[in-house]
């Protein structure tokens, strides 16, 4: 059972542009939802996170948009780059266990 | 400050043998977490452990095993290795156990053969 759902598989975005990937979860209990960014040979990197408390949280040119009666929350980067281009993963985790539930990974290609 | 640390970064191994991989934490981290990552996959929780005590364990066999030294240190023992273990294994250290912040370290590619 995958408990947290990643789509797109693969994004190919022209430099500048905005890249979108979405992410759904199914339990409720889970109340942290991070990004990491991870490229090829490298260990994953935290990027940004959120609390189901707020709607959305920007860092620079990354924001996560977070909608907890659909159970869904989305990575946006703005001005993407070349740099950007790395595999990206979605995760959620319950609070006070710090274990975290992967999704499958989306891997952008910033095209220059 | 030095980051999480794995070695070695690559293995290679036949089945049937066993491998230990080693992690250290990031400096005032206590709690250690080990993830397995298949090519093209997301990583899998496959244990956590503060305080030298397995803490919390995912759904992984009991050849995978591990242990946490005084040092907050730790190792992934992995007995009777199947083609199917040949993946990146990564650890993952917290400042405490109920941090949700986890970083990562660059991980262990062990190949089965």
């Known amino acids: 059972q995958q408990q947290v759902k990643q789509s797109p598989q693969s994004l190919i975005v022209q430099k500048g542009g905005i890249s979108i990937i979405n992410c759904a979860y199914e339990n409720t209990a889970f109340d942290y939802f991070p990004w990491y960014q991870q490229f090829p040979g490298k260990g994953p990197a935290l990027l940004i996170a959120?609390?189901?408390?707020?709607s959305e949280k920007k860092e620079g040119r990354f924001t996560i948009s977070f909608n907890k009666s659909a159970k869904q929350f989305s990575l946006h980067i703005m001005d993407s780059q070349p740099g950007d281009s790395a595999t990206y993963f979605c995760?959620?985790?319950?609070?006070?266990?710090?274990?975290?539930?992967f999704g499958k990974g989306t891997m952008l290609l910033v095209s220059p | 400050d030095a980051g999480v640390t794995q070695s070695p970064t690559h293995l290679i191994k036949t089945r049937g043998q066993q491998v230990t991989l080693r992690c250290s934490p990031k400096?005032?981290?206590?709690?250690v977490s080990w993830y397995q990552q298949a090519l093209g996959q997301g990583p899998q929780f496959i244990f956590q452990y503060y305080e030298e005590e397995e803490r919390q364990r995912g759904n992984f066999p009991d050849r995978f095993s591990g242990h946490q030294f005084p040092n907050y240190s730790s190792e992934l023992n992995v007995n009777a290795l199947l083609l199917g273990d040949s993946a990146l294994y990564l650890c993952?250290?917290?400042?405490?156990?109920?941090?949700?912040?986890?970083?990562f370290g660059p991980g262990t590619r062990l190949t089965v053969l």
């Open positions: 993952a250290s917290s400042p405490a156990p109920s941090t949700d912040t986890q970083y």
């Open positions: 995760a959620a985790s319950r609070g006070g266990y710090s274990t975290l539930t």
């Open positions: 400096s005032g981290h206590d709690t």
């Open positions: 959120i609390r189901p408390d707020v």
